[in-house]
């Protein structure tokens, strides 16, 4: 079992930045990819971001553009680095790490508002 703890959301103006942090520790085996998804009241939870195990990435075309996934090994660390924030960003923002055979992990999600 992969433990995940994101920080970094909070409180932005639009057109602002945030930096999110997901830091992973555990059994850190068989990773596959390592994900940020969202969810906000009453809707499914939506992917963000992938970062596959090779380092390849693919986005969600609402953030194209606006938004970059990254990876530091050393310190089993996921960033996603959010810029030109729009309101419609607000949401709860989760980590997941998918270990393919051997399941999938989620963290307790970071709160991020975008509002004047």
């Known amino acids: 079992q992969v433990h995940l703890v994101e920080s970094g959301g909070g409180l932005v103006q639009p057109g602002g930045s945030l930096r999110l942090s997901c830091a992973a520790s555990g059994s850190m085996f068989s990773i596959y990819a390592m994900a940020w998804y969202r969810q906000t009241p009453g809707k499914r939870r939506e992917l963000v971001a992938h970062?596959?195990?090779?380092?390849?990435?693919n986005y969600a075309d609402s953030v194209v553009g606006r938004f970059t996934i990254s990876m530091d090994n050393a310190e089993n660390t996921v960033y996603l680095q959010m810029n030109n924030l729009k309101p419609e960003d607000t949401a709860v923002y989760f980590c997941n790490v998918d270990q393919g055979f051997y399941g999938a992990s989620w963290g307790q999600g970071t709160q991020v508002t975008v509002s004047s």
């Open positions: 970062i596959f195990a090779g380092g390849n990435t």
